[in-house]
């Protein structure tokens, strides 16, 4: 009889093209459902929470698959750890009844975008940290984020290539701090769609550079059309910080903050 196992992730995106699965072999998964399928020596296929695109990262990522074979909970850590490239580690591994979902099962999802702000662009943090050496508003950037907060169609916010079924989406916080020259961006929601994230800081940002009023965020979404809003912000500085599930399964819920950054 199968056992579901619900693993907790942690992985640098610009070393590779994104989550899912490449022909050439490049994706993050590739090499996650590699080092499983050794230790399990029969084919894993994982799912994810969240397909994080390429050159974004995540600190608190989770995946489920079901195994034939029986292995201690230490082997899907460090066994796998001793499989993976540098950039990859599995944090944590628990053992899951056969109707979780590591996707449909998530009620909530956090991301923290990390924003350098100063003149000369990061070399140390290079593909770590966005940045933009233009002066910023944090006022105006906290009070446009306000028209983000609820349930509402983020068509003007989405790309043009997302397969998600609805736009809708529950906004439960959209917060922007100034830690020295970082500016972070907290967003979570119940779910997010292709690029959202990376889309409505892209127009914070312009409301920060006083390209744009606070209140226009609020039009951009009424518009639907995204054709109105920001270009796409860079995916360097997006980190999927946590991913939260019902109690009932009794998996980890701390969500992961950077070492050295605030």
């Known amino acids: ?27 993050i998964q590739d090499r996650v459902d590699a080092a499983l399928s050794e230790i399990h020596a029969a084919p894993i296929k994982t799912i994810v929470a969240g397909r994080t695109d390429a050159g974004v990262h995540a600190s608190a990522q989770v995946i489920h698959f079901d195994a034939q074979h029986d292995r201690p909970l230490t082997a899907w850590v460090k066994g796998a750890n001793a499989l993976l490239p540098p950039g990859v580690a599995v944090l944590w591994a628990r053992e899951v009844g056969p109707d979780f979902h590591a996707r449909y099962g ?42 983000l907060v609820g349930l509402h169609d983020f068509t003007a916010f989405r790309a043009a290539e997302c397969q998600a079924r609805s736009p809708f989406r529950d906004i439960r916080l959209a917060r922007v701090e100034k830690h020295g020259h970082y500016v972070t961006f907290d967003f979570r929601a119940n779910a997010f769609l292709h690029h959202q994230v990376r889309n409505m800081v892209g127009a914070l940002v312009w409301v920060g550079l006083g ?7 609020a039009e951009v979404l009424e518009s639907r059309d995204r054709r109105q809003a920001a270009a796409t912000f860079a ?16 998996l980890p819920e701390v969500e992961q903050r950077l070492p050295g950054l605030p």
């Not at 056992?3 to 490049?26: I, K, M, N, V």
């Open 235 to 250: 995916p360097d500085g997006l980190y999927l910080t946590g991913v939260r599930y019902g109690c009932e399964w009794g």
């Open 106 to 147: 998530a009620v909530e999802r956090s991301y923290r975008y990390y924003l350098l702000n100063h003149p000369i662009r990061p070399a140390l943090m290079a593909g770590k940290v966005g940045w933009t050496h233009g002066k910023l508003d944090l006022g105006a950037m906290a009070q446009g984020a306000t028209h």
């Open 1 to 27: 009889m199968a056992t579901r196992l619900a693993l907790g992730l942690e992985y640098d995106g610009s070393r590779f093209c994104g989550w899912q699965t490449q022909p050439g072999g490049c994706a």
């Open 211 to 217: 390209r744009r009023s606070p209140d226009w965020v």
